[in-house]
């Protein structure tokens, strides 16, 4: 049951989070230059992918990801221009929220591209067993984390022991 669940927990992350994985700027692999050691092929393997469907899936997200990366690199370098500006700077509050539209804009653009991904690697490369397998190990991580919400939920922490804690 804990290695199901863990899988699952990996899937949903390969899935949802590979567009960013596979590839980044500067070639440090991975957006905001966390390297990429496997992770995504590392949950499908749960699925038994065959070499052909890792193939396949690295060819999807690698497709994704490129459509991606010039409004990632855009967004980055209009980042840095802004960190670079004093507070009091004339323009300041306007490439603040230039900024804040381009970053609304690259995170939808980011969950839609990682929806077509999940979507596409579902439909098209997955046999019928591993999607089953897929909606049960989801189903699973969803019941999972409605145990631990309400575990949450009853079992408060208190202030005074994260204060304690803290110290």
Same mark, same amino acid.
């Given at each position: 049951?804990?290695? %199901?669940?863990?899988?699952?927990? !990996?899937?949903? &992350? &390969?899935?949802?989070?590979?567009?960013?994985?596979? &590839?980044?700027?500067?070639? $440090?692999?991975?957006?905001?230059? =966390?390297? =990429? =050691?496997?992770?995504?092929?590392?949950?499908?393997?749960?699925?038994?992918?065959?070499?052909?469907?890792?193939?396949?899936?690295? $060819?999807?997200?690698?497709?994704?990801?490129?459509?991606?990366?010039?409004?990632?690199?855009?967004?980055?370098?209009?980042?840095?221009?802004?960190?670079?500006?004093?507070?009091?700077?004339?323009?300041?509050?306007?490439?603040?929220?230039?900024?804040?539209?381009?970053?609304?804009?690259?995170?939808?653009?980011? !969950?839609?591209?990682?929806?077509?991904?999940?979507?596409? !690697?579902?439909?098209?490369?997955?046999?019928? %067993?591993?999607?089953?397998?897929?909606?049960?190990?989801?189903?699973?991580?969803?019941?999972?984390?409605?145990?631990?919400?309400?575990?949450?939920?009853?079992?408060?922490?208190?202030? %005074?022991?994260?204060?304690?804690? &803290?110290?």
């Amino acid at each position: 049951m804990r290695k %199901t669940m863990t899988l699952s927990i !990996i899937l949903a &992350a &390969a899935l949802g989070c590979s567009a960013l994985a596979l &590839a980044g700027p500067g070639g $440090q692999g991975g957006f905001g230059g =966390h390297g =990429h =050691h496997g992770g995504g092929f590392m949950a499908l393997r749960g699925l038994n992918l065959t070499d052909a469907q890792k193939t396949q899936v690295k $060819q999807i997200v690698q497709q994704s990801f490129t459509q991606l990366k010039p409004q990632f690199q855009a967004v980055r370098q209009q980042r840095e221009a802004f960190e670079q500006m004093a507070p009091n700077a004339s323009g300041y509050q306007a490439a603040a929220a230039s900024l804040a539209q381009a970053e609304a804009n690259l995170t939808s653009a980011r !969950i839609t591209a990682r929806a077509a991904v999940t979507a596409q !690697i579902y439909s098209t490369v997955l046999s019928s %067993t591993q999607q089953s397998q897929y909606t049960a190990q989801k189903a699973a991580f969803q019941a999972r984390k409605a145990q631990w919400q309400q575990f949450k939920a009853s079992h408060p922490v208190s202030s %005074t022991s994260t204060t304690s804690s &803290a110290q």
